[in-house]
């Protein structure tokens, strides 16, 4: 049960919320704190208490009514079992090289792990299935969609040992996991999608083709699109280890150019095949995430 009277929203702050002892611990707070916002937001008819009843539908078995609970409430229940779920989620998360790039104290994969357990935390307390998938050049770690409590742990012990990876290689992983999703489902991509923008959207429309919804979160620090080096500055690609020193202000506006076109790209191209699409730099807000998901989960019914 959440208070609200305990206003946790202080843990959307990724800053703050990596500073916490482990990833249980943060992806429950970030989950209370963003269902406090939600008293004061558009979705007041979003489940706060996270119930294992729902309302008895006439059609339910009557074995299956919580007959303790219509003592008390005068009212007919079914208990919610734990293999019973709503949509299964599948979170393909993005463990790369380039995932591991940080200009303040977050790396990009930091905040990506932050966002994939609050995702989980919140989707297995509304009895959604949840699948958890990270890769780089190939899939190195996969947990078939359970709603059961127990698998909670397992998603988040996965999280809580995250490295960044090998060379970023999207396309071809999200073509297999395609043709391995055979149920229709919600397809939630969390990366920097630093790979080939063609070829990154084909795949995901893969997925549309197999009638999945899709959520996009693009990850970014907020140096690589505001490229603000003031001196002169030797880059090294994490994953390449290719090296440029150049005075940075010489090639800034043209830099961030390219990265808004970049960006702009994939909005067009997701907005034109029905893929929800949310940008995300490190600095910001977890909230704004949740927000995402959140929309696309009301969409869905």
């Known amino acids: 049960m959440i208070n609200p009277a305990v206003d ?3 843990y959307l702050d990724p800053e703050i919320i990596s500073k916490l002892d482990n990833m249980s611990l943060r992806a429950r707070l970030v989950v209370e704190g963003f269902i406090i916002g939600l008293h004061k937001s558009p979705y007041h008819g979003f489940s706060v208490e996270f119930a294992e009843h729902r309302p008895y539908i006439p059609g339910d078995e009557i074995k299956h009514i919580d007959w303790k609970l219509y003592g008390r ?4 229940y079914i208990k919610q079992f734990e293999e019973e779920t709503n949509l299964k989620s599948y979170i393909l998360l993005d463990k790369s090289g380039s995932m591991g790039y940080k200009s303040g104290n977050i790396t990009k994969l930091a905040y990506a792990s932050y966002l994939s ?3 989980g935390y919140l989707m297995l307390k509304q009895q959604d299935a949840v699948s958890l998938t990270m890769f780089d050049s190939e899939v190195r770690f996969y947990l078939p969609p359970f709603a059961k409590k127990s698998h909670l742990n397992l998603v988040l012990s996965a999280l809580e040992s995250i490295l960044p990876g090998e060379e970023t290689d999207i396309a071809p992983l999200l073509h297999e996991m395609a043709e391995k999703i055979r149920k229709r489902g919600l397809i939630i991509l969390i990366s920097d999608l630093l790979d080939e923008p063609d070829k990154v959207i084909n795949a995901l429309k893969h997925f549309r083709h197999k009638r999945h919804e899709v959520i996009l979160f693009q990850i970014l620090d907020p140096q690589e699109m505001k490229f603000s080096f003031n001196r002169q500055t030797r880059f090294v690609d994490i994953e390449t280890k290719n090296e440029l020193v150049t005075e940075p202000w010489h090639i ?17 191209q997701c907005r034109a095949n029905n893929i929800d699409y949310v940008l995300l730099t490190t600095d910001k807000s977890l909230d704004l995430a949740l927000t995402g998901y959140l929309n696309k989960r009301t969409r869905i019914g």
């Open 8 to 10: 946790n929203r202080k």
């Open 73 to 76: 409430v005068d009212r007919y």
């Open 117 to 119: 357990a609050a995702l």
């Open 252 to 268: 800034q506006k043209a830099y961030q150019r390219t990265v808004n076109n970049f960006i702009e790209n994939y909005k067009l």
